[in-house]
């Protein structure tokens, strides 16, 4: 399994900690939109965040 | 007389408060065009027509009377159908909300109705409104009033608001915007299309797809309209925790018409190159337009347009999850195949994901505060592509072919994320006569300079005045 990659094992194993009872045919339909996701998510990684913290809305002043 | 359907809010509320017309005849006259028209443009998936005419004839007797009258007086509207309205069926686009009747209006529904607009109906959406195509397969796909025999995307996911407003099926529409769901339909369709500063409008009564990216706004044909709903329905709600306590400005004594010495900043790079040759052309001409009227106009990139997708695919994907967990265990087979696939892949975007991705929203929204530090607006095309056929899945941008979901939210996206005002506004028209969209993005709580820069470009041009020949 590449960084990339995601095996059905690892799937259904995430799937029941989220409390979903997903079949394995619905799991193999979802690898490839999850292995997707998760690539473009490897971005977030390597931004230099600082200081950052998460902010939703501007505050009234 | 114009034609009632074709009358702006602003004018109909005009010739109501001077007894020129009747509330009841500007009512009738946009349920006889939603009767002739909605089964071919399917922007409406309820229709209030008794309620509408109840409300109509109640507010002919105020005038009558002489009763005080508030800014939208007998003037018809219609909610994208997520607002909750109190005995009328709110569906979010679903099956699964098929049947559900709220007990109360919406924050924003209660606003509009005590500023005197009425209710004509429920609009069409994405299911749950998660989808910028606007596609439903359960209440038919809403249609493109431009799309001159080709079916089209209204664009989403306010689709119906689009469609409605675009074809004189309301004089004004409320959508919901969390990555681009206003100002998209509104550039497809050729109406304006306000997303307001988030906490600057209630989201309370409205559902959600990703809370901390939900914005609520005005869909209408022209700018003023625009800031007389923001008007109306803006300013702090205790029910709405993020909603602001700033004052609310009077927007539509606002738009004096007068650009002179706006700093407007076109934003360069991917939102230029990015666009299709037609599209950038369009939104150039718009510049030099602004330009022409006193406008210092200059260009300027973000930054950090890169971590957009990315930080938005993880924090909506999250949140859309956190609110459907419940049904997508237990009623999956009511969604639509391709939004339950979309929802569930939020199960594997972890805690530590959604916050790091929160946390770069904090650059996006540095970044985009940094190029209106010195400028006053961003001016930006609303989408890359004009309205693509409803079974175009790859349409070509300026730098290549890409999915057209991507491809419409590519533009507004990045102002869900910074919570910037953003305006679309109609700026040109292709080749083969669909309108194509421009958005103005001001600072902070600053709608008074967006409106009043879309009002100024509107009074410069006529592309908001064209209407689509419907059979």
Known sequence: ?61 | MVDLHWASMSELARMIATKTVSPVEVVRAHLDRIASLDGQLRAYITVCEDAALQAARAAEAAVVSGQPLGPLHGVPYALKDLYDTAGVRTTGGSRILAERVPARDATVAQRLGAAGAILLGKLNMAEFAYGPEGLNPHYGHARNPWDGGVHRLAGGSSSGAGAAVAAGLAAGALGSDTGGSIRIPASLCGITGLKPTYGRVSRAGVLPLAWSLDHVGPMTRTAVDCALMLGAMAGYDAADASSSVLPVPDYVAALTGEIKGLRVGLLGGVFLDGAAPGVRAAVRAAAATLASAGAAVDEVRLERTDLVAAAATAIVGAEALAYHGEWLRTRAAEYDPAIARRLRVGAFIGGAQYVRAQRVRALVREDVDAALARRDVLLAPGTPIAAPALDERQPMLGDGPADVRAALIRFTRPFNLSGHPACAVPCGFTAAGLPIGMQLVGRPFDEVTVLRAADAFQRLTDFHARRPVLA
């Open chain 1, 1 to 61: 399994m590449t960084a990339d990659t995601v095996d059905l094992d690892t799937l259904r194993r995430v799937a029941c900690l989220a409390g979903f009872a997903w079949t394995d045919t619905e799991l193999d339909d979802l690898r490839p939109l999850v292995e997707e996701t998760q690539h473009l998510l490897r971005a977030l990684d390597t931004v230099p965040l600082g200081d950052a913290e998460p902010v939703t809305q501007y505050r009234a002043v």
